[in-house]
């Protein structure tokens, strides 16, 4: 099954992602599951993705969230598959794990990792590029907002 993500999910369709997520083996009544149903999660919603970028994703989830997926971050992040931007800014929320509002050179290295799965022309590069190209208002940080018009423009270019 594959699905046009292109399109937001209609209200039935989250209905069957909730249903989807709460039949996984690891499901717990908290209303999450382990990282290893990742790759079911994905084929669950018709997702094509490499074996590499399944690995990416349950790494990364395994490595800032404690190995834990639950339902309202699930369905935060198939909300917004359709809209690149909103997409990226919910990528540039993920990633910064301290919360402060900017990606530090750690939480770029997890962005990074995760990302470049998806355009390989993204591997190697460094903290300092981002920087360079990420940091509108020239104030040597990047923030969430710049991060995910960031991320944004990446996807968009990986697509022409």
């Known amino acids: 099954m594959s699905r046009d993500f292109s399109k937001p999910y209609t209200q039935e369709e989250l209905e069957g992602l909730k249903t989807m997520f709460r039949d996984l083996p690891t499901y717990k009544p908290g209303g999450w ?24 994703y349950q790494a990364h989830w395994e490595d800032h969230y404690g190995g834990v997926v639950t339902l309202e971050a699930f369905l935060e992040s198939a909300s917004v598959l359709h809209d690149t931007a909103e997409y990226a800014k919910d990528y540039a929320l993920r990633f910064d794990k301290n919360g402060d509002g900017q990606i530090s050179a750690e939480e770029f290295k997890a962005l990074i990792n995760v990302i470049s799965k998806h355009d390989p022309k993204l591997e190697g590069i460094t903290f300092e590029h981002f920087v360079e190209e990420a940091d509108l208002d020239h104030d040597g940080q990047v923030s969430i907002h710049e991060c995910a018009e960031w991320i944004r423009a990446k996807c968009e270019a990986a697509q022409t």
């Open 33 to 56: 599951v382990k990282a290893s149903d990742i790759p079911a999660i994905i084929q669950g919603m018709g997702y094509t993705r490499t074996p590499e970028q399944v690995g990416a």
